[in-house]
T-cell receptor, first 111, second 117 residues
Framework: QKEVEQNSGPLSVPEGAIASLNCTYSDRGSQSFFWYRQYSGKSPELIMSIYSNGDKEDGRFTAQLNKASQYVSLLIRDSQPSDSATYLC???????????FGKGTSLLVTP | DAGVIQSPRHEVTEMGQEVTLRCKPISGHDYLFWYRQTMMRGLELLIYFNNNVPIDDSGMPEDRFSAKMPNASFSTLKIQPSEPRDSAVYFCASALPLGTGGRNEQFFGPGTRLTVL
């Protein structure tokens, strides 16, 4: 079984702070990585996909990938209460799509 | 586009009954995925199709579960007989061909909440 580990949280940060979400994975063959956001009672939606080592920025979101350490993270700058959700990490499988999801980290942004 | 459509949205049934979940993917998407989500196990892939052909069904729990995709616009997930441990939210997702747009994004439907008594 290919493992994906995330701290379940909840991670609580004040509004305006930086939220840092972390994920480790066991499959060294993974070439793509995905962060999905899931609001309570809703379906997951893609926030970021990253394929190369280093940082990838999209608005307030930055994904960081270190394949040697088998580690991927998501930073959320200027956190807003609307960012409160569960964030799912998923390495891409042989298909290239996110197939093996972590259990997610619950983020709570307090006003 | 209406997005991925799933029906029913809620299903309550008794142990031993047959349950059929339905999914209509986004038009033009040639990948279709079925997931199950529970608090204990998280979001688990059950099976996925490419161009209506099952590619990986290693996540299907046991023979009680079966999935079909008779055409590009329709898929079913069937559980027969159902058991209380099958209670979960079942998501269907669809995706464009790999590499299209660069994000390799899966678009999830609203899910079917299944309760087996």
């Amino acid at each position: 079984q290919k493992e994906v580990e995330q701290n379940s949280g909840p991670l609580s940060v004040p509004e305006g702070a930086i939220a840092s979400l972390n994920c480790t994975y066991s499959d060294r063959g993974s070439q793509s990585f995905f962060w999905y956001r899931q609001y309570s009672g809703k379906s997951p939606e893609l926030i970021m996909s990253i394929y190369s080592n280093g940082d990838k920025e999209d608005g307030r979101f930055t994904a960081q990938l270190n394949k040697a350490s088998q580690y991927v993270s998501l930073l959320i700058r200027d956190s807003q209460p609307s960012d409160s959700a569960t964030y799912l990490c998923a390495p891409g499988g042989n298909s290239g799509y996110a197939l093996n999801f972590g259990k997610g980290t619950s983020l709570l942004v307090t006003p | 586009d209406a997005g991925v459509i799933q029906s029913p949205r809620h299903e309550v049934t008794e142990m031993g009954q047959e349950v059929t979940l339905r999914c209509k993917p986004i038009s033009g998407h040639d990948y279709l995925f079925w997931y199950r989500q529970t608090m204990m196990r998280g979001l688990e892939l059950l099976i996925y199709f490419n161009n209506n052909v099952p590619i990986d069904d290693s996540g299907m729990p046991e023979d009680r579960f079966s999935a079909k995709m008779p055409n590009a616009s329709f898929s079913t997930l069937k559980i027969q007989p159902s058991e209380p441990r099958d209670s979960a939210v079942y998501f269907c997702a669809s995706a464009l061909p790999l590499g299209t747009g660069g994000r390799n994004e899966q678009f999830f439907g609203p899910g079917t909440r299944l309760t087996v008594l």
